[in-house]
Structures are given as structure tokens and as C-alpha cells.
């Protein structure tokens, strides 16, 4: 018994795009942009869409939904051929191929964004925001040992020279965690610095004397990251990366150069864009620290310290 069913001829831009799984609107946008030829019309002058619309309307909405842009697609129909199977031009290839390497990096993206989330779970702090180059050399320290200013250093330092760079600075926030007398050293130095606000003129003699106090820090500092191993940690640290990203080998003495994001700017560039509010003595301060330790480079200061050193953790 044959069925007394009839399938329409023709149907109206409102059942096209239900069946389609699309909106009317986006099927008029697709005739806009010479996407979608213009169907015949019927006697009350809308559109009507027959067989071969619809077909290429699926078409246009599998390879929409695969990430390909309309302009791309209206160019591999109008590509020489108007069978959806038969888009096999160089052009469209080449298209194909970029859609390929766009959505690998967005996959890559993803796996970066679940793994910080991972991390930050795992961590319970914003320390698992940092790249995992930088957390997993931290991860072994003591639960409340890393201050939040320290994670706020190393998180312009990643920006500025990227992960390795922060990395390797990971090794001062080391030494300070897991050394008390060190860590109460760097307070009084730093809060010394501070001391140093507009009110205190450039030669002010406080000045000389910070920039020597801080100097003596920062030679404890040293001693206590070599005698502790971080320093062949440091080493180690770039060799993993160069391991990592074999790409950036050729710029090995430049901690600002292949290790930043992708698309970020230059070191140079990116210091000059970040605030510090540091009045002209601390500035001063700084510069005399810098001499002092041109002069005198970083001995075994961490005796006359009175710092007892004791190997890290190793991450």
C-alpha cells in the first residue's frame, strides 16, 4: 500500500533553518555574503527553498560546526565545483590545514588552563597559577612557608621573563622558606628600604648605609643558595628547559627571549610598563647596592650572619 504521505516541493525560510538546526537570521546572513545563492521566491515574494538549498545548507552547517569560517566555505563552493564532496582544491586544503593548527592550539590551550586549575586545587593557592615549570620546584617546601609578596614576585617575574626566569628566582624564595634566621635578615633589610620614602633626601647618609646592609644580604643570600645545592638546581633548571624547548637553545644567556609567552613583549619593554613605587633615595639605594656588589662580589657571608645552613628541599 503506497504511503499517502507527500513531501513539499518547496518550504519557507522557517522550516529550512529548523531542519538544519540553524536560525533564519544566520540563513539570510548566509545569502548576504554570497554564502547561500537566493532561492526562487514564491507568489507572496518569500523565499523558497528546494532540494539542493537544503542540502547545501547541511553542508554549511557541518562545516561551520568543525570550526571552519564562512568566507572559507562560500570559497570551497565557489571553488570551481558545488559538490560538498568534492572540495579537494589547493586553497582549501591550505584552509584545512590552518583550521588543524588552530584548533591543536586551542587544544593546547585547554590542557593549559586544566592543568593551572589542577594545580591550583592541588597547591590550595594561587601558587598553582604560576606555570608548572615554576610550582613543581616550589611544591616540596613547607605548608605557609612562601609568602603571598613572594608569589606576587615571582608572578612579574614569569611575566617579564617567563618561566625559567621564575624558575630560577624560585631559588631565593627557597632559601628564604626553609632558612628562619635568613628570612628575618631579609625582613629588616627590606623593611630598611622602605624606611627610605620621599621624606629622605638622596645623600641622606641612611642611604649609603641600607645599600651596604643590603649588599651583605645579598651575599648571604648567595652563600646560602650554593652551600644549600640551589645553585646546581639553577644549573639543572636549564637544562630541563633546553630539553623542553630545544627551539630556544640559541638563546641560552637570555632569560628574556624564547621564554616568554607566545606573542608577549620584549623583557626591556615589559620592565618599563611595570609601576614601583620607589622614591629617589630607595633608587639611589639600589644604584649603591648594584656598585657594591660590582666591587665586591658575593663571598661566605652567611658566618658573619650568623645563618646556619642546611641543605633545601629538592624538587
Known amino acids: 500500500m503506497r504511503s499517502s504521505f507527500m513531501p513539499p516541493r518547496q518550504v519557507k525560510i522557517g522550516d529550512a533553518a529548523a531542519f538544519v538546526g540553524s536560525t533564519p537570521r544566520a540563513i539570510r546572513h548566509y545569502h548576504e555574503i554570497g554564502l547561500l545563492p537566493e532561492p526562487a ?62 584548533l591543536a592550539e586551542q587544544e593546547a590551550k585547554l590542557r593549559r588552563q586544566r592543568t593551572a586549575v589542577q594545580r591550583m586545587r592541588t597547591e590550595g593557592s594561587r601558587m598553582g597559577l604560576l606555570s608548572d615549570f615554576v610550582t613543581e620546584r616550589l611544591k616540596h617546601l613547607p605548608e605557609g612557608s612562601l609568602r603571598q609578596a613572594d608569589l606576587d614576585i615571582l608572578l612579574v617575574t614569569e611575566r617579564i621573563f617567563g618561566p625559567l626566569g621564575a624558575a630560577v628566582q624560585a631559588g631565593r624564595f627557597i632559601a628564604l622558606a626553609t632558612h628562619p634566621a635568613l628570612r628575618e635578615y631579609s625582613d629588616r633589610v627590606d623593611a630598611a628600604e622602605e624606611a627610605l620614602d620621599d621624606s629622605v633626601a638622596v645623600d641622606d647618609p641612611r642611604v649609603a648605609q641600607v645599600a651596604v646592609e643590603r649588599h651583605a644580604f645579598e651575599s648571604a643570600l648567595h652563600a646560602v643558595i650554593e652551600e644549600s645545592g640551589l645553585g646546581e638546581d639553577d644549573d639543572a633548571l636549564f637544562d630541563a628547559w633546553d630539553v623542553l624547548h630545544p627551539e630556544d637553545g640559541e638563546d641560552e644567556a637570555d632569560l628574556g627571549s624564547g621564554r616568554r609567552e607566545a606573542g608577549s613583549m620584549s623583557a626591556f619593554e615589559a620592565v618599563g610598563k611595570m609601576p614601583y613605587d620607589l622614591s629617589p633615595a630607595r633608587v639611589r639605594c639600589m644604584e649603591l647596592a648594584e656598585e657594591l656588589s660590582a666591587q665586591d662580589p658575593p663571598a661566605a657571608w652567611s658566618k658573619a650572619a650568623g645563618l646556619s645552613v642546611s641543605p633545601a628541599p629538592h624538587s
Request: aromatic share 8%; charged share 40%; proline share 0%.
Open 41 to 102: 521566491r514564491g507568489g507572496d515574494d518569500r523565499r523558497r527553498y528546494e532540494y539542493e538549498d537544503m542540502i547545501r545548507l547541511l553542508w554549511i552547517r557541518k562545516m561551520a560546526d568543525a570550526g571552519i569560517a564562512l568566507d572559507d566555505i562560500r570559497d570551497a563552493f565557489t571553488g570551481g565545483t558545488d559538490s560538498a564532496g568534492a572540495d579537494s582544491g589547493e586553497d582549501f586544503a591550505g584552509t584545512l590545514e590552518r583550521l588543524e593548527e588552530t
